[in-house]
T-cell receptor
Framework: DTEVTQTPKHLVMGMTNKKSLKCEQH?????MYWYKQKAKKPPELMFV???????INESVPSRFSPECPNSSLLNLHLHALQPEDSALYLC????????????FGPGTRLTVL | AQTVTQSQPEMSVQEAETVTLSCTYD???????LFWYKQPPSRQMILVIR??????QNATENRFSVNFQKAAKSFSLKISDSQLGDTAMYFC??????????FGAGTRLTVKP
């Protein structure tokens, strides 16, 4: 089973709202990732968690706040977003960081009004 | 720095025919993985095929196969007996360390009936 799930599928929020994206995997993977993907562009790495600890933050603004409560769950907390943050947010997981295959979830389509 | 180049923004193929998507990359690393991911309109990133750099034999997965030329740093994807469900954006990706997965710009493939 190579399933990564993400909720919600779609999210519309105002610039003053606080919302969260959720990602879950039950493959026993110890590395999880958040990517941002704009239309017709490749995914861009935002955060990497390895063994539930943040290992990479690719200079992402503080209005995006990741959280890894346990090895199966990854959250992305959103606050005071801008319209240009509208995008597809993809979660992925892999056995570990290093040279392993990443498996992606279906994504959350975020629209910021 | 690692780079991945897909020089074909768009391609089309008739159903049941064969099509080849091109990808070149640049790296000084010796141990790495190469991937082809498919992203249909449903937007889920689906792993199509994976190639470990240390393996000389080209990877195959049913109708999908790669031509991996390590010295030339080339990694093309051949889709045989194309099906309508193959219509998608195809991303070539490279990693030597999952903290730094690099994607190409993508090739939009349309399979015509």
């Amino acid at each position: 089973d190579t399933e990564v799930t993400q909720t919600p599928k779609h999210l519309v929020m105002g610039m003053t709202n606080k919302k969260s994206l959720k990602c879950e995997q039950h493959m026993g993977h110890r590395a999880m990732y958040w990517y941002k993907q704009k239309a017709k562009k490749p995914p861009e790495l935002m955060f990497v968690y390895s063994y539930e600890k943040l290992s990479i933050n690719e200079s992402v603004p503080s209005r995006f706040s990741p959280e890894c409560p346990n090895s199966s769950l990854l959250n992305l907390h959103l606050h005071a977003l801008q319209p240009e943050d509208s995008a597809l947010y993809l979660c992925a997981s892999s056995q570990e960081t290093g040279v392993y295959t990443q498996y992606f979830g279906p994504g959350t389509r975020l629209t910021v009004l | 720095a690692q780079t991945v180049t897909q020089s074909q923004p768009e391609m089309s193929v008739q159903e049941a025919e064969t099509v080849t998507l091109s990808c070149t990359y640049d790296t000084s690393e010796n141990n790495y993985y190469l991937f082809w991911y498919k992203q249909p309109p449903s937007r889920q990133m689906i792993l199509v095929i994976r190639q470990e750099a240390y393996k000389q034999q080209n990877a195959t997965e049913n109708r999908f196969s790669v031509n991996f030329q390590k010295a030339a740093k080339s990694f093309s994807l051949k889709i045989s007996d194309s099906q309508l469900g193959d219509t998608a954006m195809y991303f070539c990706a490279f990693t030597y360390n999952n903290n730094d997965m690099r994607f190409g710009a993508g090739t939009r493939l349309t399979v015509k009936p």
